[in-house]
Structure formats: structure tokens, C-alpha cells
């Protein structure tokens, strides 16, 4: 399977990741690199095999829903690019404007 | 003999029989900070102030608490209240965490003095530390090469004596490579056996905290503070810990010590193969029984690794955006307002690993990549658990080769992925490892590394206990190179 510019381009989107076609060009071939390596999994006979996404059994931690001390709007926002009063503020979400 | 050359353990004896005050380890740690690190750059930030703050409040508090008065390093992708956290990232620079990691609260509790934030290939991806934003940093035994990765900073500020222990990182070899390297003790406990909250996620099932030390002794006793459940972490396994301290003197005699054989082969430096061999003959002096163990399945952890942590990767640094903290390029729209901030603050590893994630769990190829591997991690638990059932503790190299040169695998991705071959099958299986010093080949040290069963930690310490015994190889120090 051989991974072509125009993939990149369209992970790199999903990314959110900007890159000029020259940095697109480099990151196809060293991907392609390691995709090809990684095709060595296509050896294994894996029918009947259960996927392991965990090595220790996973269940839901549950707790009583009780309200406890948070760490309050002054510490929240203390990282904040670009604070407006108790809020983050952000550019415009509706009508994105850069296509892909 | 300066202070900040002792063991913790030592300094402990002589802070509890009043022989020393925790001020006179600082002391000793900066002076020797401050000679080392225009050389070494272990640091991202050395926080003396704090540290030496810290020691004074210590002088009339309880000296048996369990790391009193003890200079501690943290890798700087574990939070902290008033430091930085950059994780070795442009894009976390400016971070300052509003709240205290559990390893950094217990460190607190226990008495610890931390002396400042370690070096880190960036977001915790490599194997060198040179994809660290800030700097690379340098191998105390040899200027000119790699401290390896990607917990590089703590590995050569414990080797350089800039800090008694230090707590890294290992998600796929990223304690056990660098203790490699360095010629220091380093140990990944069982995945869920240390709290990770506040540790920066990189690969969330593989993501474990673990210590370094320049003796077994001292890791034990690091990992008595460190372990535990933790409500904060429903990953963090719910038992009552072990002392590991007091597993360490039980002695090798009557184990069953299991040789990878499929660790020992291509790729792997003569030098290596030599000095992890004749590990061998030392714990059969010990009284332990070798066994050859096949294990075919270990060559495809790699490529299944390269699918499985950066999957996990591209989700979890989808929260570096520019909107709640680091830095913000700015951008008319917020789409385009992600893509430069993510563009201009990752560095080039990390963006490969997010893009190769992205795309083996993209539409047309989760079953192609992800899902296969996932399929072949199961292989690889199931050919441990029947290793296991033979053999008490396995043994193999910690890394195919010793120390390597900066710049020398920087331009190479699959290369410098190399130097994990034989570490990543234990995150897979979420298994102990640690690596411990073995010798020199070269002048350079080669680790042994020891891989237990689930919560196995007690008999890799006290087998790692029994090698120090044996060889006579202990707290190796690369002071005449240096000084």
C-alpha cells in the first residue's frame, strides 16, 4: 500500500496540523517508511485473535455524586492565550473559513 | 567524599544520626548543579530557591520520614505547583500546572527536596533527548553522545550526582534505555502499579512513572514512596503495596532466570551481547538456574508499538489547541487558528507520531494497522504469560547498543526507533523492567535489563540486588571522564 502525497495532505487536515508542501513531501516519505515497516505485522496469522487495547482489566469507577472543593475560575484561567473576563476567548467558530 | 556522591540511603544514616543537615545536601547538589550543567544539561529548570526553602522548613521536621532531607529531580512532563511543565514543548511554553501531580505530592510528603525539572524529548517521543524544544542534553560518561530518551535529563542528572534519584517516564523504554546509557539503575513498574495523575498523557496504556537511582537499594526505596493507588487514577491498580525495601536481601538462590534469546541477535553491538552474557554467569554464581526462552513474537512488538502508541498519541495531544493554555499562534478563524499554533509549536517527531496515529486510526485503515495490532500485543501478552510459567524473572539487553553519538540517528526515525527493540515488548505487556549497570564495553556502560511478571517487582529488585553482589558493579560513576 503506498501512501501518497495527497493522504498526507488530507491527515495532516485532520491533524490540524498546517504544512507547505515541501514538509508534506518529507513527512510521505518517512510515514511511507514506517507504514512499509510496519506491513512486517501482515506475517502473522492473526484469525481468531481478541484485540488487547488494555493489559489490566478496565471497569467504570464509580463514586457518590457529591459536590467537592474545584479548583476555582482563577486557577482555570491562569494559562489562558487569551482571557475575557471568566471566559477563554477564541476566533470565530461558525463559518470556518480555510478549506482543504 | 562531596554529599551529593552518596546514596540516598547513605545521606539518610547521616541526616538521622544528626550527623548532616538537609541544607548541607543542598549545599553540596547546587555547587556540584552549577559545575555540571553547563556541560550536561540535564535541566529544563533547576528550581534552588524552592529547594533550598524547602530544606531549611526540613531542619525541625521528622527526619524517619522516608526520603528526608533527599535531592529529587522530576521529568518535566510530571506536574507541579509553581514551576514550569513544559514536557520539552514549545507548545507548553509558558505551563505553570495549577496543581501537584500525586508521584510530586508524595515526593513532597515523604521529605524530598526537589531540586529541579528534568530534560525530555519532547511530549515524552524519542529515544535521545535531542527532540527535547529546549536543548539537547548531553551523556555525563561522554560529552559528544546521546544520555538516550526519552527521560534523558533524569538518567544523566542521577549519573553527573546533580540529584541523589530522579523520577522518569517509560512508555516504551523511555526509563530503561537512558538508565542504559548512563550507566544508572532505572526501573518501570507494572502499568497501574504508580499513580500517572498529573503526568502528561502521552500513550495512555503504556504511560508509566518510575524511578531512577544509582543503586537497587535506593530504587527500591523510591518505589515504596511512589507506588499506590490513587482515587485520581482509575487506571491505578487498587491493592495494598508491598515493601519493596524489605524484598531486596532474599538473594537469587533458587530462581529461575530466562534468557530472550531472541534479544540477543542482529542489531544488538558485540560489546552488548558480551557484558549481558556474562550477567548470566553472575546470577548462576548466585545460585539462580538460566534457561533459554524463545519468544519469535518479540521482533513484531516494534512495529506494532509504532501503531498502538502514536494512535493513542494523536488523541491525546488533540488538547494542545491554543484555547486553555501554552501558546496561541493567531488566526482569523479557530480551524486555522489550531493548525498554525500546532504547526509552530511541535517539533518534528511529535508531528509525525500524531500524523502516523491519525492515519492508522483514520476510515479504510483501523482494521489494516490499529486493530492488527492490537492483535499482536495479545500474542505478545500470551508468549510472556507462558515464559512466566517457567521461568521467575527473564533477562535480556536494556538497549542494542551503548551510548550513541548526538546527531547520529536525528535524521533516521526508524533508526532511532531501533534503540527500543528490546524494552517496548515489557510496555506492551505491561510488565515490570528495569535496567541496571552490568559494565563497560568501550568505556561506555551496557544495562542489563530484568523483566518480571504483573506486580513482580519484589523478585526483579532482589535478582537486581543479587547482581550488584555477584559483579561487584555498583553505583558506577563517570567522575574520572569528567572531573
Known amino acids: 500500500m503506498k501512501l501518497t502525497r495527497e493522504e498526507v495532505r488530507e491527515v495532516a487536515y485532520l491533524s490540524r496540523i498546517e504544512m507547505t508542501d515541501e514538509e508534506l513531501d518529507r513527512m510521505t516519505g518517512q510515514l511511507g517508511a514506517i507504514l512499509d515497516y510496519a506491513d512486517m505485522l501482515n506475517e502473522l496469522d492473526l484469525e481468531g485473535v481478541e484485540p488487547t487495547s488494555h493489559v489490566i482489566p478496565m471497569k467504570n469507577v464509580m463514586r457518590e455524586d457529591v459536590v467537592k472543593e474545584s479548583c476555582g475560575v482563577e486557577k482555570a484561567l491562569m494559562n489562558a492565550p487569551d482571557r475575557f473576563g471568566d471566559f477563554f476567548r477564541v476566533p470565530k467558530v461558525i463559518d470556518e473559513g480555510e478549506g482543504h | 567524599m562531596e554529599l551529593c556522591t552518596k546514596t540516598a540511603s547513605e545521606l539518610i544514616g547521616m541526616l538521622r544520626a544528626g550527623e548532616i543537615d538537609p541544607i548541607d545536601i543542598v549545599d553540596s547538589t547546587f555547587k556540584r548543579i552549577n559545575d555540571k550543567e553547563p556541560d550536561v544539561k540535564a535541566f529544563i529548570a533547576v528550581l534552588e530557591e524552592s529547594a533550598r526553602k524547602r530544606a531549611e522548613e526540613l531542619k525541625d521536621a521528622d527526619r524517619s520520614l522516608p526520603l528526608y532531607g533527599i535531592p529529587v529531580a522530576v521529568k518535566d512532563n510530571m506536574c507541579m505547583e ?3 511543565t513544559t514536557c520539552g514543548s514549545k507548545i507548553l511554553t509558558p505551563f505553570e500546572p495549577p496543581y501537584d501531580a500525586t508521584v510530586v505530592e508524595k515526593l513532597k510528603a515523604a521529605g524530598a527536596v526537589i531540586v529541579g525539572k528534568t530534560n525530555m524529548d519532547e511530549f515524552a517521543m524519542g529515544s535521545s533527548c535531542e527532540w527535547s524544544a529546549h536543548h539537547p542534553t548531553r551523556n555525563p560518561w561522554d560529552l559528544e553522545r546521546a544520555p538516550g530518551g526519552s527521560s534523558g535529563g533524569s538518567a544523566a542528572a542521577v549519573a553527573a550526582c546533580e540529584c541523589a534519584m530522579s523520577l522518569g517516564s517509560d512508555t516504551g523504554g523511555s526509563i530503561r534505555q537512558p538508565a542504559s546509557l548512563c550507566g ?58 508491598p515493601d519493596h525495601v524489605a524484598a531486596l536481601d532474599a538473594g537469587a538462590a533458587g530462581m529461575t532466570v ?58 491525546n495531544l488533540a488538547r494542545y489547541d491554543g484555547v486553555q493554555y501554552g501558546m496561541r499562534e493567531d488566526a482569523d478563524d479557530i480551524v486555522s487558528m489550531f493548525r498554525k499554533t500546532r504547526r509552530a509549536g511541535f517539533g518534528a517527531e511529535v508531528k509525525r507520531r500524531i500524523m502516523l496515529g491519525t492515519y492508522a486510526l483514520s476510515a479504510g485503515y483501523y482494521d489494516a494497522y490499529y486493530l492488527r495490532a492490537l492483535k499482536v500485543r495479545t500474542l505478545i501478552v500470551k508468549e510472556f504469560e507462558k515464559a512466566f510459567a517457567e521461568c521467575d524473572i527473564l533477562m535480556s539487553p536494556t538497549s542494542p547498543s551503548t551510548a550513541f553519538k548526538l546527531n547520529e540517528k536525528i535524521d533516521d526515525p526508524l533508526a532511532m526507533y531501533m534503540m527500543d527493540i528490546c524494552t517496548i515488548p515489557v510496555n506492551l505487556a505491561g510488565l515490570p523492567g528495569m535496567s541496571i549497570p552490568c559494565g563497560l564495553s568501550d568505556g561506555l556502560p551496557v544495562g542489563l535489563q530484568l523483566i518480571g511478571p504483573t506486580l513482580g517487582e519484589q523478585a526483579l529488585l532482589r535478582a537486581a540486588r543479587a547482581f550488584e553482589i555477584g559483579s561487584g558493579i555498583c553505583g558506577m560513576m563517570p567522575g574520572e571522564k569528567m572531573d
Open chain 2, 82 to 84: 509553581g514551576a514550569q
Open chain 2, 258 to 315: 530466562g534468557m530472550i534469546k531472541d534479544l540477543f541477535g542482529e542489531g544488538v553491538e558485540p560489546g552488548v551481547r558480551e557484558r549481558v552474557s556474562a550477567a548470566a554467569e553472575v546470577f548462576e554464581k548466585m545460585g539462580a538456574k538460566i534457561k533459554e526462552i524463545e519468544m519469535p513474537i518479540v521482533k513484531y512488538a516494534l512495529p506494532a508499538y509504532y501503531l498502538i502508541a502514536p494512535a493513542e498519541a494523536s488523541s
Open chain 2, 184 to 241: 544508572v539503575v532505572g526501573m518501570k513498574p507494572t502499568y497501574g502499579a504508580v499513580s500517572r495523575y498529573g503526568l502528561v498523557a502521552f500513550a495512555s496504556s503504556l504511560d508509566q512513572i518510575g524511578p531512577f537511582a544509582r543503586d537497587v537499594r535506593d530504587c527500591a526505596m523510591l518505589l515504596d514512596v511512589i507506588c499506590g493507588h490513587d482515587p485520581k487514577d482509575s487506571t491505578s491498580i487498587d491493592r495494598e503495596p
